[in-house]
């Protein structure tokens, strides 16, 4: 008879010939029943099966998950109790315990019982909270320890008001990062809560540190919307990014503080602008002409109803794509390289400090930078417009 370890099943019935005799009659009892244990303790189990039964207890063997346990560890208690001795038990396979099995000579289950062994939980850590738009306060948390405590957990976040609130628990688990809970009704602004979490087992409970935090400190917002990623005219190096505020903050008080990162579409690397400040628009330069950039905006709301604290930042936003121009430079076609760069040496010599100094400059969104880079790349774009078309026509 195959033995199914999905799940922690006791089976209490003898199957003879043309009779099935069910818990009632008292077929065979294991004791104890369904225990907790802690990792590396021993376990004496005893099986009792009923007289009427006939059947002599030496005759009788354990299984442990499926696998048949050694005679070496029995012990013939009376001639309808035999006895198993399991010691140093490793941690339980499943939380839904190990099954401890009482078998007759030919196999048939007489009775089983669930062993949960495991250890108790340590301390949660790393509780952190954010509030999405100040309308919800969300926390999460990671077990103790190694994490795992083998047998069935529970993590309860409980709260309350600083100075004068009553202890209450949080009743939304159905969000989908693990170890985490919404709190979505009769949230208070301007007053401190106090949080925590309470980790327990049929072994023991733990408890994490208390928090203090304002809702209004730990607010995050959706991404930016609206962003779009356009040229700026044939600048063949620069791209323009413009988006809006999160929806949702427009009727607070605050001051959103915005990152830029973008990367080549060949390319996993994200480059990050951090000195973007509170703009909604920004100009991408230095970049590489013909080429497809993704680009992501996220938000940081600061001073939210006065609070003095930076916000936390929002996911980023859907990547949005666009392609710088081709460089007039490759598309003109011309072949005397050594000609053009000889009778542009002088030019360039004079030029190369300058050019270096605005190109480090106009990266990131610096409004004086960006209008010196863009004077010069207008200026050197049109020189080389224009030595393209002496050189096409001393070719003609």
């Known amino acids: ?202 072994l023991g409970r733990a408890t994490s540190d208390v928090i203090t935090l304002d809702i209004l400190d730990v607010v995050t917002t959706d991404p930016p919307s609206g962003v779009m990623v356009s040229r700026v005219g044939q600048l063949e190096d620069q791209l323009s990014v413009r988006w809006e505020a999160p929806p949702a903050l427009k009727d607070f008080l605050f001051q959103a503080k915005y990152q830029i990162r973008y990367r080549l579409e060949e390319s996993q690397d994200w480059k990050v602008i951090d000195d973007v400040g509170n703009q909604t628009s920004c100009r991408l330069a230095g970049l590489r002409p013909g080429t497809v950039y993704f680009v992501q905006v996220r938000c940081n709301p600061v001073g939210i109803y006065g609070s003095r604290k930076a916000g936390i930042w929002s996911e980023w936003s859907h990547p949005t794509a666009a392609s710088t121009p081709h460089s007039e430079r490759l598309m003109s076609g011309s072949c005397d390289s050594k000609s053009s760069g000889d009778s542009n040496s002088t030019l360039r010599r004079e030029l190369k400090q300058f050019f270096g100094w605005v190109r480090k400059h106009a990266y990131g969104c610096s409004s004086m930078s960006m209008k010196l880079y863009d004077q010069w790349r207008v200026l050197m774009q049109k020189s080389h417009k224009t030595r393209n078309q002496v050189l096409q026509g001393d070719k003609s």
């Not at 003898?14 to 005799?21: E, F, Q, Y």
């Not at 009923?50 to 070496?72: E, I, R």
């Not at 939304?172 to 327990?200: G, K, N």
């Open 1 to 202: 008879m195959k033995v199914l370890l999905d799940l922690c099943l006791v089976f209490l019935t003898l199957h003879s010939p043309g009779t099935v005799l069910s818990l009632s009659t008292h077929v065979a009892i294991i004791y104890p029943q369904d225990p907790v244990l802690r990792m590396g303790s021993n376990l004496t189990a005893s099986c009792w099966v009923h007289p009427d039964l006939g059947v002599h207890a030496n005759s009788l063997f354990w299984t442990l998950n499926g696998q048949q346990l050694p005679s070496s560890i029995y012990r013939v208690l009376s001639p309808t109790n035999l006895s198993v001795t399991l010691a140093g038990l490793n941690a339980s396979r499943q939380t839904s315990g190990d099954n401890l099995v009482c078998h007759n000579h030919k196999g048939h289950i007489l009775a089983g019982s669930c062993l949960y062994v495991g250890m108790p939980p340590k301390r949660p850590v790393n509780l952190t909270c954010w509030s999405r738009n100040t309308k919800d306060l969300t926390c999460s948390w990671a077990p103790g320890g190694k994490g795992e405590t083998n047998i069935s957990t529970q993590y309860t976040l409980k709260f309350k008001l600083r100075w004068h609130g009553k202890e209450k628990e949080c009743e939304d688990y159905t969000h989908t990062q693990p170890y985490s809970c919404s709190i979505t009704r009769d949230l208070h602004l301007f007053t401190p809560y106090e949080i925590w979490v309470e980790a327990s087992n049929q």
